[in-house]
């Protein structure tokens, strides 16, 4: 878990501002990454992830992220921000070099004020 | 939604009591995980599974255990409950150890 880190413990934004948040991880060679969120009261869904190509990749309800590799980052960004995406974000990389675990930063709480 | 089933979804019990916490998925998949989830502290890994029979520790194993009998079920175990593991669990399956995982919608458990 330590190889994960997510800047931003808790933001706190006005509707339509735009929002990034970051990630990076410490794992060398192949990674895979992901970005998940938790809505209040439900569990983890899958909002993007990158494998390979293009590194700037496009998930669900308009969030993006990108992968700069020089940079051991994969943060997540959206344009305009809606009340409805407040909840807690959660970035996680997967690399053969942590073997089968499968470990997440500790989170960032997202509150988007009307 | 991935076929995840968690069971039960709310308990309280007393310290000091076994518990076992219950995963159950329908897709098949080869990778279980069991997550703890606590304020301040995201998720944290308490065990993994990669196969039948085959388990191994997260970074908060400690007071637990676990087992996986078949594909389908994987079995958390507070071995002796204690205040400390009240919590939210969350079991995540996926297919492949490099692909994303799919969460089940978490037990509650409060130790008292």
């Known amino acids: 878990a330590q190889s994960v880190s997510q800047h931003n413990h808790h933001v706190i934004l006005s509707e339509a501002a735009s929002l990034e948040l970051g990630c990076n991880y410490s794992?060398?060679?192949?990674?895979?990454l992901f970005w998940y969120v938790q809505y209040p009261g439900q569990h983890l869904q899958l909002l993007l992830k990158?494998?390979?190509?293009?590194?700037l990749v496009k998930g669900i309800k308009g969030f993006e992220a990108e992968f700069i590799k020089s940079k051991f980052s994969f943060n997540l960004r959206k344009p305009s921000v809606q009340w409805s995406d407040t909840a807690e974000y959660f970035c996680?990389?997967?690399?053969?070099?942590?073997?089968?675990?499968?470990?997440f930063g500790t989170g960032t709480s997202l509150t988007v004020i009307p | 939604d991935a076929g995840i089933t968690q069971s039960p979804r709310h308990k309280v019990t007393e310290t000091g009591t076994p518990v076992t916490l219950r995963c159950h998925q329908t897709?098949?998949?080869?990778?279980m995980y069991w997550y703890r989830q606590d304020p301040g502290h995201g998720l944290r890994l308490i065990h993994y599974?990669?196969?039948?029979?085959?388990?191994d520790k997260g970074e908060v194993s400690d007071g637990y255990s676990v087992s996986r009998s078949k594909t389908e079920d994987f079995l958390l175990t507070l071995e002796s409950a204690t205040s400390s593991q009240t919590s939210v669990y969350f079991c995540?399956?996926?297919?492949?150890?490099?692909?994303?995982?799919?969460f089940g919608q978490g037990t509650r458990l409060t130790v008292v």
């Open positions: 990158y494998f390979s190509g293009d590194p």
């Open positions: 794992y060398g060679g192949t990674v895979n």
């Open positions: 599974s990669y196969g039948v029979k085959d388990t």
């Open positions: 897709e098949n998949h080869r990778y």
């Open positions: 995540a399956i996926s297919e492949r150890r490099d692909r994303e995982a799919f």
């Open positions: 996680a990389p997967k690399s053969p070099n942590t073997g089968n675990q499968f470990y």
